[in-house]
């Protein structure tokens, strides 16, 4: 199983991003995704993770301001919208799932993709 994440860059505070994670088995076989992240010299930490079955989402407190995840079932993708950018957002931003199912019990991690945020 793979998770593959996309969108990451180079942005100027104040911008936007959208990140993108397609897992490699179709959404049936996962109870929850979500997004992590991890800046330099600190551990990895929770940004939002979603049910995929009704969609629910839950946020790290600090940061539902500006974060929202969604998933697309049609396309089978996660996404993650970041508004309003600051350079603290700079991190690698992993893309995590539980397994359901036949993968009933694993998780998942993509490689990540690097958000740089320049002030």
């Known amino acids: 199983v793979r998770l593959v994440e996309s969108g990451g860059g180079l942005v100027q505070a104040g911008g936007s991003l959208r990140l993108s994670c397609e897992p490699s088995e179709n959404f049936l076989n996962f109870y929850t995704m979500a997004w992590y992240r991890q800046a330099p010299g600190k551990s990895r930490e929770l940004v939002a993770d979603?049910?995929?079955?009704?969609?629910?989402?839950n946020y790290a407190d600090s940061l539902k301001d500006r974060f929202t995840i969604s998933r697309d079932a049609s396309k089978n993708m996660m996404f993650l919208e970041i508004i309003n950018l600051k350079p603290e957002d700079t991190a690698v931003y992993y893309c995590h799932a539980d397994g359901a199912q036949r993968l009933r019990g694993r998780d998942y991690w993509g490689q990540g993709t690097q958000v740089t945020v320049s002030s």
């Open positions: 979603i049910r995929l079955d009704g969609g629910r989402a």
